[in-house]
């Protein structure tokens, strides 16, 4: 595969702080795949590949790292379970070096504290492994568009972990609490709505839809850690 | 019968023992042997001070004797030690292997009777995908199920609903993701309203067509709702007639009489929702 490897064009603006990413695109989203399965690599690329660029894969957290620094691409698909650290070793390796990265998370384990782990660790979606191609292919464009990525599973995770299941009188009130709109938002996701269809719902745009959910992954990323884990441990599964 | 209950200690201690008769009143635990053992030992200390200070006749070199003897004893355990750390160590160790030998056989059974059965039934269904997708569904929530061990009776919304989700599924081959938010144990009104969202499942999974359904439950202090979403065909509400069971005595009717709501949005080609309320 050939794709011409754009080197990450800085966007001149310096008042374009919000979305430093929304670049022009010359080709496809090039995405690195990184899995211990090489039959779940190879299912992935097979699915996607038409519509993205693979230029990379890998099978451990050693490699994964070296592969993801030596080719920069938009999206990096990790998944969560991963020998040698797991997919929250790469997150962290590979911020220290490049902060800009991102990563869509897969999963087939469906473990709340995984999930919530890998999120908070710094992954901007989180997608089960047996989403679609169209639907995989979707929340790739997404996450390179710097948006975010809430599968409805993780929707009910999150709405579990901020109603009330956490104890906010000792923690960052504005923080750690989801606004009327956002939980809206998160409900209609978590009963299977895509985003175009919240959007049609509540009347308002995808682009606020999106909003809304990328602010909810912020919530998410720096709210009160000791609670978010405890939640998440007690809670083990769905 | 105080003969018979003899005879049965004494075939314990034997085993005790690992077979060999003679060591049997040695190493037995409890009972007479015991009791007889620790006299003769006693005895035996007793006795070793009693020749000592018979042959010297003198009470005042005791504390010689004494030293003597803890000196003796001290050599003795320096000497043994190591032996008895080892055949501790081992016994131990072979304790463990057991355990993990158990372990393995179990998982290896439990992986035989579930995923080697599937894969065997997959390969001869290749050519159907319908077919294959169900398997391997089926499978993995098996799987799942037996790895987390979330056996949890169905005393709860949760496992009732994702209990039900799980059959429709078998049934009618089409993936059901549940999604809960909350719990909250079942009552007649709670499975009522399950019964009413399995039956919205079936009717998704048998006339919209859709690829995939998704059920979201959330409990809440006052109330407990439940979305069955497809995205199917969907349906002119008003042109379905009264006399289709599915949807009017199992679902409008059943959640009323429990006092509870069901709303049905469908539009043809938009897909249906069932959303189901009952107060807690």
């Known amino acids: 595969m050939s794709t011409p490897v754009t080197p990450p064009a800085e966007t001149g603006a310096a008042g374009d702080l919000t979305s430093p990413e929304k670049r022009a695109r010359t080709g496809p989203y090039r995405v690195v795949v990184v899995d211990d399965h090489a039959m779940f690599r190879s299912g992935v690329k097979a699915e996607i590949g038409r519509t993205v660029a693979v230029v990379g894969e890998a099978a451990d957290a050693e490699s994964a790292i070296k592969v993801i620094l030596g080719t920069r691409p938009d999206v990096v698909l990790l998944d969560v379970h991963l020998p040698g650290g797991g997919g929250i070793e790469v997150l962290r390796k590979v911020h220290e070096v490049n902060p800009d990265q991102k990563f869509l998370a897969l999963s087939v384990s469906d473990a709340a504290e995984d999930v919530i782990g890998v999120i908070r660790a710094g992954a901007r979606g989180y997608v089960t492994k047996s989403i679609s191609g169209a639907e995989l292919v979707d929340a790739i464009r997404r996450v390179a568009d710097g948006d975010a990525v809430f599968s409805p599973r993780l929707a009910g995770f999150v709405l579990d972990a901020f109603s009330g299941s956490i104890d906010l009188a000792t923690v960052d009130e504005d923080l750690d609490r989801l606004s009327q709109r956002e939980r809206e938002v998160l409900r209609l996701i978590a009963r299977g709505y895509a985003y175009k269809e919240v959007a049609k719902e509540l009347f308002i745009s995808i682009k606020t839809v999106e909003t809304h959910v990328s602010s909810v992954l912020r919530k998410l990323q720096l709210s009160n850690r000791h609670q978010l884990t405890r939640w998440a441990t007690d809670r083990r599964l769905v | ?280």
């Open chain 2, 1 to 280: 019968m105080w003969r018979q209950a003899d005879s049965d200690q004494q075939k314990k201690w034997r085993a005790e023992a690992g077979g060999r008769v003679w060591l049997a009143p040695f190493v037995a635990r409890g009972g007479w042997p015991a009791l007889v053992r620790v006299i003769v030992g006693l005895g035996l200390v007793g006795a070793a001070f009693g020749i000592v200070l018979a042959q010297e006749g003198h009470i005042d070199q005791l504390p010689e004797v004494m030293a003597m003897t803890t000196l003796a004893l001290a050599g003795l355990a320096v000497v043994l030690a190591p032996w008895l750390h080892r055949s501790r160590t081992a016994l131990n160790q072979a304790r463990a292997d057991k355990v993990r030998a158990d372990a393995r056989a179990d998982m290896a059974a439990h992986l035989h009777d579930s995923v080697l059965q599937t894969l065997a039934m997959i390969q001869r269904q290749s050519d159907d995908p319908k077919a294959v997708q169900q398997l391997a569904r089926r499978q993995e929530r098996e799987l799942r199920t037996w790895l987390y061990g979330e056996e949890s009776p169905e005393t709860t919304l949760k496992a009732a609903l994702t209990g039900a989700a799980a059959e429709v599924e078998d049934e009618r081959g089409v993936p059901i993701e549940v999604v809960m938010v909350g719990d909250c144990d079942t009552s007649d009104s709670v499975q009522a309203l399950v019964k009413a969202a399995r039956e919205a499942m079936v009717n998704a999974a048998k006339h919209s067509g859709a690829e995939q359904i998704d059920v979201y439950a959330e409990v809440d202090d006052e109330h407990i709702e439940v979305f069955v979403r497809d995205r199917g065909s969907g349906f002119d509400l008003d042109t379905v007639s009264d006399d289709r069971m599915g949807v009017k005595g199992s679902i409008l009717d059943r959640m009323q009489r429990h006092g509870g709501k069901a709303n049905i949005r469908s539009r043809p080609g938009e897909g249906t929702e069932v959303r189901l309320e009952i107060m807690r």
